[in-house]
């Protein structure tokens, strides 16, 4: 990623010769980004943009990363999908944004003035989004609910969305794979969901659907990559690839695929930079990817491709070899 470097510094030296300060956050460990500040960023950001939109159509799609508001380097993914596929249908929906200050949605808001939905389960989060200037400034939904297989349709429904879109992002930390697999008021051009780097590369595999799923912070929590690119192919969709930090899984209808370069989910697999939760016991204390395994060893995952319910340790066993 050296040509991201390079322009990076080149636009600090330009920020630099205009007498205009570093950007940064506006408050020392929080998100939030105002004033001057953002507006360098942002102005970084879509230097950014034009630069990935000139890459080649079939550039692997780690090649383009770089971060405003994402959480790792998916905003510069997005404004590469975005440029390439020349979407038509400028509007996204995205859901698990606690607050929305970190999302995979925000910057192509700002940057493209795409229109939106956004929800999470938490009430005061939406407020905060509705309280923002930009909610102000942009055509975004906000919605509080609590996200279940049985009402993401109407949900989206109500907000006044159906049909053909051009994004949707999927984070949940728990239901992910059976949400999506439930979605049909949509037709989405690019779906990004999260994937449990954990579950490792060879297993389609998920957490059993409990509606009251509630993430408890060790990393039992959605599927595995294989388990959603098998999902995304029943529904169209081809693979991409995966983000640098093993974190995203990128899917593109396959009839607006154009020449962009298609991924295999093994080779495409990526261990994530995460640890492996938090310790049950301490919350304060992360636990390293071994014991993030053992942590959950005795939950209950879904083997999607013989419909088995078991435990991870015996559903995983590769994987507990590999790291033990």
């Known amino acids: 990623m050296g040509w991201t470097r390079t322009i990076e510094r080149n636009v600090r030296h330009y920020l630099q010769e205009k007498g205009l300060k570093r950007v940064r956050p506006a408050r020392q460990g929080g998100k939030s980004l105002e004033g001057r500040a953002e507006t360098q960023l942002l102005l970084q950001a879509n230097l950014l943009a034009r630069a990935v939109g000139a890459l080649p159509e079939s550039t692997p799609i780690q090649e ?7 959480q790792f380097g998916e ?29 995979n949605t925000r910057f192509l808001m700002y940057n493209n003035y ?22 102000f400034k942009y055509d975004l939904k906000a919605q509080a609910a609590w996200i279940t297989r049985d009402n993401i349709d109407e949900l989206i429904r109500s907000a006044g969305i159906t049909g053909p879109i051009g994004l949707l992002s999927i984070d949940l930390d728990g239901n992910d794979y059976w949400v999506w697999e439930a979605l049909t008021v949509v037709d989405p051009v690019i779906v990004i969901c999260e ?43 081809a693979f991409l690839g995966s983000d640098l930090a ?29 640890r492996g939760g938090r310790d049950p016991r301490d919350r304060s204390r992360f636990l390293e990817r071994s014991e993030g395994l053992e942590a959950m060893a005795e939950r209950e995952l879904v083997d999607l491709e013989t419909g088995a319910v078991g435990k991870v340790r015996d559903l995983l066993a590769g994987e507990f070899r590999r790291v033990f």
């Open 64 to 70: 383009t990363e770089f971060k405003c508001f994402s």
């Open 195 to 237: 994937y449990n780097n954990l579950f490792g590369p060879e297993k389609a595999v998920t957490i059993p659907y409990r509606e009251a799923f509630t993430w408890d912070g060790c990393q039992y929590s959605g599927a595995s990559l294989r388990a959603l690119c098998r999902l995304g192919e029943r529904k169209g969709y």
């Open 75 to 103: 905003d510069g993914i997005i404004q590469f999908l975005v440029q390439k596929l020349k979407i038509r249908e400028k509007v996204f929906v995205e859901f698990g944004v606690e607050d929305y200050q970190e999302s």
């Open 246 to 274: 093993g974190v995203n899984a990128f899917f593109v209808r396959k009839d607006r695929l154009g020449g962009l370069h298609v991924g295999d989910p093994e080779a495409e697999f990526r261990r994530s930079c995460f």
């Open 114 to 135: 795409w229109s939106g939905l956004v929800m999470d389960g938490s009430p005061r989060n939406v407020q905060r989004i509705r309280h923002s200037d930009y909610f």
